[in-house]
T-cell receptor, first 115, second 111 residues
Framework: NAGVTQTPKFQVLKTGQSMTLQCAQDMNHNSMYWYRQDPGMGLRLIYYSASEGTTDKGEVPNGYNVSRLNKREFSLRLESAAPSQTSVYFC??????????????FGNGTRLTVT | GNSVTQMEGPVTLSEEAFLTINCTYT??????LFWYVQYPGEGLQLLLKATKADDKGSNKGFEATYRKETTSFHLEKGSVQVSDSAVYFC??????????FGAGTTVTVRA
């Protein structure tokens, strides 16, 4: 059971380049999330998708776009990378049809450096 | 708005020491409270949770009690091990889909 799978694990970009971070879950979860983790700031929500076909902005959506391709996959795109987007990115999913208290399941993260 | 404040680290302890990580929150309504743990090189995973006032969450020897009167959810463990070295995050969920995390506390346990 793979859980939440993120690719790539590491990426280095030059300022202005674009890239897409991929995330897939095999737990039949409805909700999926993208967070960034920065030292001293914890995790901040970038975008989330409460269900297939819907996406909403989180705390820090500027500079990012997302696509909920199907129930399994939720990708995060940086159209024009900036050094401020250097971070560790985590994808997460949450059980479908259950209460708000069901836990998030996280991937192992993507470490992105923008030079 | 909703927010979580947890004690700053890093925290360094010897094996078998007592660990406390303070967490306080600000929220409207009656949020659920969580502690997540992140081991090196991994994503976060749920450690314990409490969904209403006076609930105690517990797992792997860790405990935290939901104190509405002090808006706190402090994490405690009576005797830590080297394997408890990790980053610990306090989090709250109000009545929506979004989870708000604290900044994280890095704990290092020395043998």
């Amino acid at each position: 059971n793979a859980g939440v799978t993120q690719t790539p694990k590491f990426q280095v970009l030059k300022t202005g380049q674009s890239m897409t971070l991929q995330c897939a879950q095999d737990m039949n979860h409805n909700s999926m999330y993208w967070y960034r983790q920065d030292p001293g700031m914890g995790l901040r929500l970038i975008y989330y998708s409460a269900s297939e076909g819907t996406t909403d902005k989180g705390e820090v959506p500027n500079g990012y776009n997302v696509s909920r391709l199907n129930k399994r996959e939720f990708s995060l795109r940086l159209e024009s990378a900036a050094p401020s987007q250097t971070s560790v990115y985590f994808c997460a999913s949450r059980g479908s049809g259950s209460s708000y208290n069901s836990p998030l399941h996280f991937g192992n993260g993507t470490r992105l450096t923008v030079t | 708005g909703n927010s979580v404040t947890q004690m700053e680290g890093p925290v360094t302890l010897s094996e078998e020491a007592f660990l406390t990580i303070n967490c306080t929150y600000t929220a409207t309504g009656y949020p659920s409270l969580f502690w997540y743990v992140q081991y090196p090189g991994e994503g976060l995973q749920l450690l314990l949770k409490a969904t209403k006032a006076d609930d105690k969450g517990s797992n792997k020897g860790f405990e935290a009690t939901y104190r509405k009167e002090t808006t706190s959810f402090h994490l405690e463990k009576g005797s830590v091990q080297v394997s408890d070295s990790a980053v610990y995050f306090c989090a709250l969920r109000p009545n929506d889909y979004k989870l708000s995390f604290g900044a994280g506390t890095t704990v290092t346990v020395r043998a």
